[in-house]
Every structure is written in structure tokens, then in C-alpha cells.
């Protein structure tokens, strides 16, 4: 076993070590391929933000948010979620954990998206029918908890396909998630969305991967209901702000169009997000969530309206978990999470009973 967990480690930091050392694009939007990989796969991650690496418990769909947080408390669970987007977009998950007595634990993971059926036209504008477009990630995600901390990585095949045409590329997460022996706090780190386009779209060129660096804390005070968390993304990029070129800016006294410029503050914000969760007991939580960057970029010129905020709720009963989240993307809409999980190791093993 030691032989074993020595290896494991040393896989992880080497991964961790090649990912971190990769290039990242200069800027974020429009620059990745398989932007999918960017989006919360539960409504536990929507809820806290759409990115959190070190809120520990046993909800399985949070192993999409940092491998590392795969943990005991998460054997035997099943968890399904389902994501209603504007229009026809629609996002479905699945994740199972088990743990076994010589390999050690592992995850399974599917994320599917589809965007509906869309309308297409030739150069003429002629209507030439509809077709499909659809994205989907399956991935094993395996990790090793010594003492204090757990090491998680997952390996993921992505694949994006438009109109019969495919996109196939390789995906690899790693992290370390850092559990205070006695006090109720965590300090998570992951590198995500590291790898390889495999086969481009025809007719485009091989591109980079929307890599993330993310690193996090999650505390809750002693005597007090309420869980904080503060995560930091795209450490590996500094400047995260974008500016519009051809947007119009204010004029001044003389009538002089001033253009707006990039902010210290404002880029530093659009590196973090905030969440609190009001634990009122094991079967009950709410909980909100603030993302800046996500604020920022899908404002319109005059408002913002919540863009960026999250709300969420989860309750149990009767062994079930049903978390939900409202997430507001754009004053033009919104997007509604769905997660239900169960331990069914259990639930096979009173049938089994009986």
C-alpha cells in the first residue's frame, strides 16, 4: 500500500507540475476550445459561485469541481443533475463512487450538453433545415487521502459535435485539498481543463484548452450556522479583463470621447468568488454565491441586473438529496440546476435483506 500510494502522489505532482507549466491563451472568452468545460456540472458548485475546489462533503458531483474532493463520505453515492439554460440548452450530469479494497477509490463522471436544434442556411439565405449541436465529457476520477490531505486527479475525453462534424480532445484535473483535523475549514487547489485538442473541427486549427488555476478555502466558524467560501480562478492569468473596442465611451467637458480603461480592482475581482451557506443541520441548507467575472462580462451597457448572483437550496428525505439552484446569467434570462442523489450501495443492500 505504501508502494502504491507513493506512486500515486508522485503521478499526481507530475501531472500537476506538466499542467501548470503549460501556456495560457492571452485572453479568456472565444480563445478555448471545449468551453463547455467551464460550466458547474451540480447545483451545489452553481450555488457556491460556479467554481469552488474545497467545499468537502459527500455531494458526488462536486469530484467535476476538484478531483481532490473525492472522499469517503461519497461511497456507494449516485448523483444525477439536470441544468434548464435559455432557449432549447439543456446540460444532464451523472456521478457514481466507489471504493475498492486493493486500487482505493474512484469516481465515474458524465457531462452532456446539448444546445437544441438550430436553423441553417446556405449563402443565400435559403432555409436548409435544422441541425444538432452537442458536447459531452466522460472522465475516472481517482484519489488518495494521507492524514491531513486527499491528492485527486481525472482523466476526461471530450468531444463536441456539430451537425455530424466532431471535436475530440483529451482533459486532465488534478488537485490537493488540505482538511483541518479538528476544525470545520479546507483549503483546496486544482488545476483544471489541462490537455490536448485530438482532432479539430475541418476546415480549423488545433486550439488550447480553457485551463484554470484555482485555489480556495471553506470555513464555518465554531457556534455559528454559516459556511463561507472564497475561491481565486485563473491564477495562471493575471489579466482577465476585457474591453470592447468599439463600445462608446463617455464625453467629457470639451466633447471628447473617453474610452474606458482597465481597472486594478475590477481585474482582481473577476479573479474570485464568494459563497456562504446557511447549515441549518444535516437535512437542510441555503445558500448564495457571487461571481464577479461572470458579472462583469454578461452585463448589458446599462445594467446588469443579477448577473453573477446564485441562489440555491438543498433539502434531504428519506436517504434523498435534492439540491437546486437558481443562477442568474443575463438579465435575459436565467439558468435552473437540478441535483438528485442517493447512496444505492445501501439501497441495494436492504433489498438484498429482505
Given at each position: 500500500?505504501?508502494?502504491?500510494?507513493?506512486?500515486?502522489?508522485?503521478?499526481?505532482?507530475?501531472?500537476?507540475?506538466?499542467?501548470?507549466?503549460?501556456?495560457?491563451?492571452?485572453?479568456?472568452?472565444?480563445?478555448?476550445?471545449?468551453?463547455?468545460?467551464?460550466?458547474?456540472?451540480?447545483?451545489?458548485?452553481?450555488?457556491?459561485?460556479?467554481?469552488?475546489?474545497?467545499?468537502?462533503?459527500?455531494?458526488?458531483?462536486?469530484?467535476?469541481?476538484?478531483?481532490?474532493?473525492?472522499?469517503?463520505?461519497?461511497?456507494?453515492?449516485?448523483?444525477?443533475?439536470?441544468?434548464?439554460?435559455?432557449?432549447?440548452?439543456?446540460?444532464?450530469?451523472?456521478?457514481?463512487?466507489?471504493?475498492?479494497?486493493?486500487?482505493?477509490?474512484?469516481?465515474?463522471?458524465?457531462?452532456?450538453?446539448?444546445?437544441?436544434?438550430?436553423e441553417g442556411y446556405d449563402?443565400?439565405?435559403?432555409?436548409?433545415?435544422?441541425?444538432?449541436?452537442?458536447?459531452?465529457?466522460?472522465?475516472?476520477?481517482?484519489?488518495?487521502?494521507?492524514?491531513?490531505?486527499?491528492?485527486?486527479?481525472?482523466?476526461?475525453?471530450?468531444?463536441?459535435?456539430?451537425?455530424?462534424?466532431?471535436?475530440?480532445?483529451?482533459?486532465?484535473?488534478?488537485?490537493?485539498?488540505?482538511?483541518?483535523?479538528?476544525?470545520?475549514?479546507?483549503?483546496?487547489?486544482?488545476?483544471?481543463?489541462?490537455?490536448?485538442?485530438?482532432?479539430?473541427f475541418p476546415g480549423t486549427?488545433?486550439?488550447?484548452?480553457?485551463?484554470?488555476?484555482?485555489?480556495?478555502?471553506?470555513?464555518?466558524?465554531?457556534?455559528?450556522?454559516?459556511?463561507?467560501?472564497?475561491?481565486?480562478?485563473?491564477?495562471?492569468?493575471?489579466?482577465?479583463?476585457?474591453?470592447?473596442?468599439?463600445?462608446?465611451?463617455?464625453?467629457?467637458?470639451?466633447?471628447?470621447?473617453?474610452?474606458?480603461?482597465?481597472?486594478?480592482?475590477?481585474?482582481?475581482?473577476?479573479?474570485?468568488?464568494?459563497?456562504?451557506?446557511?447549515?441549518?443541520?444535516?437535512?437542510?441548507?441555503f445558500r448564495v454565491g457571487?461571481?464577479?467575472?461572470?458579472?462583469?462580462?454578461?452585463?448589458?451597457?446599462?445594467?446588469?441586473?443579477?448577473?453573477?448572483?446564485?441562489?440555491?437550496?438543498?433539502?434531504?428525505?428519506?436517504?434523498?438529496?435534492?439540491?437546486?439552484?437558481?443562477?442568474?446569467?443575463?438579465?435575459?434570462?436565467?439558468?435552473?440546476?437540478?441535483?438528485?442523489?442517493?447512496?444505492?450501495?445501501?439501497?441495494?443492500?436492504?433489498?438484498?435483506?429482505?
Amino acid at each position: 500500500m505504501k508502494q502504491l500510494f507513493a506512486r500515486r502522489v508522485a503521478g499526481f505532482f507530475l501531472l500537476f507540475g506538466t499542467m501548470t507549466a503549460l501556456p495560457a491563451a492571452a485572453q479568456l472568452g472565444g480563445r478555448a476550445v471545449f468551453p463547455f468545460l467551464d460550466l458547474p456540472a451540480g447545483a451545489q458548485q452553481a450555488a457556491l459561485g460556479g467554481t469552488n475546489v474545497s467545499n468537502r462533503n459527500d455531494d458526488t458531483s462536486m469530484l467535476f469541481a476538484n478531483p481532490a474532493l473525492l472522499n469517503d463520505e461519497m461511497d456507494g453515492r449516485l448523483a444525477l443533475s439536470y441544468v434548464a439554460y435559455i432557449n432549447q440548452m439543456r446540460q444532464s450530469t451523472a456521478a457514481y463512487v466507489f471504493n475498492t479494497q486493493k486500487l482505493g477509490r474512484f469516481g465515474v463522471g458524465i457531462n452532456y450538453f446539448n444546445y437544441g436544434d438550430i436553423e441553417g442556411y446556405d449563402p443565400a439565405g435559403n432555409s436548409l433545415g435544422t441541425f444538432t449541436v452537442s458536447d459531452y465529457t466522460v472522465g475516472v476520477t481517482d484519489s488518495y487521502t494521507k492524514g491531513k490531505f486527499t491528492f485527486g486527479a481525472t482523466a476526461k475525453l471530450a468531444v463536441s459535435s456539430i451537425d455530424g462534424s466532431r471535436s475530440v480532445g483529451g482533459v486532465a484535473d488534478v488537485g490537493i485539498v488540505y482538511k483541518h483535523p479538528k476544525e470545520d475549514f479546507t483549503v483546496g487547489l486544482a488545476v483544471k481543463n489541462a490537455g490536448y485538442q485530438f482532432t479539430p473541427f475541418p476546415g480549423t486549427e488545433r486550439g488550447r484548452l480553457p485551463l484554470d488555476v484555482q485555489l480556495g478555502a471553506t470555513i464555518k466558524p465554531e457556534h455559528m450556522p454559516v459556511r463561507f467560501s472564497l475561491t481565486a480562478h485563473h491564477l495562471q492569468q493575471w489579466d482577465i479583463q476585457y474591453l470592447d473596442p468599439n463600445a462608446r465611451g463617455d464625453l467629457d467637458e470639451d466633447g471628447n470621447e473617453k474610452k474606458a480603461s482597465k481597472s486594478f480592482g475590477d481585474n482582481l475581482a473577476r479573479h474570485f468568488t464568494a459563497s456562504a451557506a446557511l447549515v441549518l443541520g444535516k437535512g437542510l441548507q441555503f445558500r448564495v454565491g457571487y461571481n464577479h467575472l461572470q458579472r462583469r462580462e454578461l452585463a448589458l451597457v446599462n445594467t446588469s441586473g443579477s448577473a453573477g448572483l446564485s441562489f440555491g437550496a438543498m433539502v434531504r428525505v428519506a436517504g434523498f438529496q435534492l439540491d437546486y439552484t437558481h443562477a442568474v446569467l443575463h438579465a435575459a434570462g436565467s439558468s435552473e440546476y437540478f441535483t438528485l442523489a442517493r447512496n444505492i450501495d445501501t439501497l441495494f443492500k436492504k433489498k438484498d435483506g429482505q
